[in-house]
């Protein structure tokens, strides 16, 4: 039975055409009817169609030439590799993908020494050759040097169009070997991905090493020590088709019937009685921190519930309770970087209708003090006295940034202004070279990704990874509204660049925030000291407009009631800070 059963996955650098070939692979199976298609049709969030990127990994059962093809679709983006490493443990072989005009990009090299890491069978295509600016020799070159496979073995494709999509899948039935299965062994299936059905509770996606499995089966979850009834399994036809068991080698889904989300986790064991566990996962590191409050604080049950459940569906997620004297109860979260946390606060509104605010994000800084103690620093607010810090040091990241040769020199300036430290240059091939850095992760999450793809026109790419920590002099910097502390605009920066960074700030809190009845204040501070201010003006009514002629002093007691009434307001006036407000102090 194993014989027959291929599971393979699709890695990319962002926007190779993953999903669009994985249409062509539903169409040419005919998976899904030609009325029920429809372009990304495995993106199924609203916000992946929305911005044309796939966030969540998706599996789909599809029948060929007599064989079972499972597929699991991957993202490109660096900040959702683990959901790539995650599909990449439940398959045996990955299709490379690179695009014909852009050739091998950084997450490209990333994802396939991730693929090679996990032994797996690697068919390298080549997409969108049907563009006017394809040049598949020159890529093909690219891979034979990258891979050292034959430059025949190296497919030609147009995911658009369906060109030369069926000898991919003849490559996959030839090449990607089955799965190796221990008739000995008891059930043991790996759980890649879940998510939360209020009806069904718990759907688990796995992956059958051993053993099988079908409804009505009693399990233990050996992780969390959870256990339960299989309520229902099946298979990706992409909707969950029910089916009456799934058999070792298999990818498919269960329904738990666990109402804890805490008690089904991605990485876990489904088995039995007697059943050992597999390896797993490692565990993810977050990189960038922030928190997260609900504008209502009565909004808090709510908010816990919805982290939960998307941190069911978003393995890579992790929170934590944080209670802060001016935003209330929240969480302090951790993502792995700036898109991560756009796409998990976009689905806290969508998805569970809430109305937050998220503070300025910052990175995890490990701190000495005085007395010998070593602390984790996610927070500005965290930071204590200056007095009771020995030393303080920033977490670095190992930066490949590829690149055409014609633009080495602007990335170079680039990277220098973000105190990033040159390591080497190594040469795809004439043209292409791949710059090593190491780079203070803080300088990395602002806006380096931005100023990149500005000096390369485009054709920079990005990939990083943790390296360690080094001791950096940095200092909170406080930003004061109307004489009042805004906690969430808080941050950390370098010392010497204090004055620069807080000058800007407040120069563009004052073209975004609003107006007010009274004056408002926006200073910069670094503990008792304003290093930068600027002034809103107020809105002021004419109230002398209705005055004709008479005494002076009429004018004068008008005058001086709406003074007093300004003073008043400026003693109790509230200002509302925006979101773009905490964009403005992130992208300085």
């Known amino acids: 039975m194993t014989d027959t059963i291929r599971n393979f996955c699709i890695i990319a650098h962002i926007d190779h055409g993953k999903s669009t070939l994985a249409d062509r692979f539903l169409e040419v199976t005919e998976t899904v ?123 030609r494709v147009s995911a658009k169009t369906g060109q030369g999509v069926p000898a991919v899948l003849t490559a996959v039935i030839q090449h990607v070997p089955g799965p190796i299965i221990d008739v000995n062994k008891t059930l043991q299936a790996l759980i890649f991905d879940s998510n939360f059905d209020e009806y069904r509770g718990v759907v688990a996606d796995v992956r059958l090493v051993s053993g099988e499995m079908k409804k009505g089966d009693m399990v233990h979850y050996l992780a969390t020590g959870a256990a339960g009834e299989v309520l229902e399994v099946g298979v990706f036809k992409p909707k969950l088709t029910p089916a009456d068991r799934l058999l070792a080698g298999e990818i498919g889904y269960i329904v738990t019937g666990l109402k804890g989300v805490s008690q089904c986790r991605v990485g876990d064991t489904v088995g039995v009685t007697g059943s050992t566990a597999l390896l797993g996962y490692k565990e993810v590191k977050p990189m960038v921190f922030a928190g997260i409050f609900c504008k209502e604080g009565n909004d808090y049950p709510e908010l816990r519930e919805a982290m939960e459940k998307l941190k069911l569906n978003d393995a890579s997620l992790t929170y934590e309770p944080e209670n802060s004297p001016a935003l209330g109860f929240g969480f302090r979260c951790g993502f792995l970087g700036m898109l991560h946390m756009d796409i998990v606060q976009e689905r806290l509104k969508r998805e569970y209708d809430l109305d937050l605010i998220i503070t300025v994000p910052s990175v995890a800084y490990q701190l000495f003090t005085t007395n010998g103690r070593q602390l984790t620093i996610k927070s500005p607010q965290e930071l204590p006295d200056p007095s009771t810090i020995e030393q303080v040091a920033e977490p670095l990241m190992k ?65 990083y990874d943790f390296s360690n920590y080094r001791p950096a002099a940095v200092s909170r910097l406080d930003i004061l509204v109307a004489g009042e502390k805004v906690e969430a605009l808080s941050t950390i920066v370098y010392t010497d660049e204090a004055y620069p960074v807080g000058k800007k700030i407040v120069k563009e809190l004052k073209d975004i925030l609003p107006r007010q009845m009274f004056e408002v204040k926006l200073q910069a501070a670094i503990g008792g000291t304003i290093i930068a201010s600027e002034k809103i003006a107020a809105m002021r009514k004419d109230v002398t407009a209705k005055l004709y002629g008479g005494d002076v002093t009429r004018k004068r007691k008008l005058l001086e009631k709406q003074k007093k009434g300004k003073r008043k307001m400026q003693s109790i006036g509230k200002v509302d800070i925006p979101p773009e407000a905490f964009m403005a102090v992130l992208k300085r």
């Open 399 to 463: 930066v490949d940034i590829v690149c055409p040769k014609d633009y080495l020199g602007a990335v170079m300036d680039v990277a220098q202004s973000k105190r990033a430290t040159y390591l080497n240059t190594e040469f795809l091939d004439a043209t292409i070279a791949v710059l090593h850095y190491e780079m203070p992760l803080a300088s990395l999450i602002i806006d380096f990704y931005d100023k990149l793809k500005s000096v390369s026109q485009g054709y920079g790419s990005l990939n």
């Open 33 to 155: 009817s030609q009325r029920e298609m429809k372009e990304q049709l495995l993106d199924t969030m609203e916000l992946e169609q929305e911005r044309g990127i796939t966030i969540k990994l998706q599996p789909v059962r599809m029948d060929y030439q007599g064989y079972i093809l499972n597929l699991i679709d991957t993202p490109g983006h660096v900040d959702f590799s683990y959901e790539v490493s995650r599909s990449l443990a439940a398959v045996e072989g990955a299709i490379l993908l690179v695009d014909a005009t852009q050739g091998i990009q950084a997450q490209t090299l990333a994802n396939l020494y991730l693929a090679l890491d996990q032994n797996l069978a690697i068919i390298p295509v080549i997409n969108k050759i049907d563009l006017p600016a394809a040049d598949p020799d020159k890529v093909t070159s690219e891979i034979v040097s990258l891979l050292g496979c034959r430059p025949e073995a190296v497919l």
